[in-house]
């Protein structure tokens, strides 16, 4: 699987847990930031890494590594930092 793979999946699972509240015309790149560009909440990215979890199994401890992120680090995170956590566990 190539980090596009990653980011189509990751990309399909973010709408998935906004959903309705999905009002973003760009596209979700690497370079997307959690917080700034979309917007996600602290309950939205519970979900989202509920479904990851579901997705990709133990091998990927994503609350794990989140929660030893720092809070420069959270505010900062963006989809390709989880894309690249992601391949890096497979």
């Known amino acids: 699987m190539t980090e596009q793979d990653t980011l189509q999946v990751i990309s399909n699972m973010i709408r ?12 979700i790149t690497m370079d997307s930031t959690f917080n700034g560009d979309l917007e ?5 990215f519970v979900a989202l890494a509920e479904r990851m979890t579901a997705h ?27 894309v690249r956590y992601v391949d890096g566990c497979r």
């Open 56 to 82: 990709y199994g133990d091998d990927v401890d994503f609350a794990g590594w989140f929660s030893k992120l720092s809070f420069e680090e959270i505010v900062e995170l963006t989809v390709g930092d989880v």
């Open 40 to 44: 996600l909440e602290s309950i939205e």
């Open 16 to 27: 998935e847990v906004v959903g309705e509240d999905w009002n973003f015309d760009d596209p």
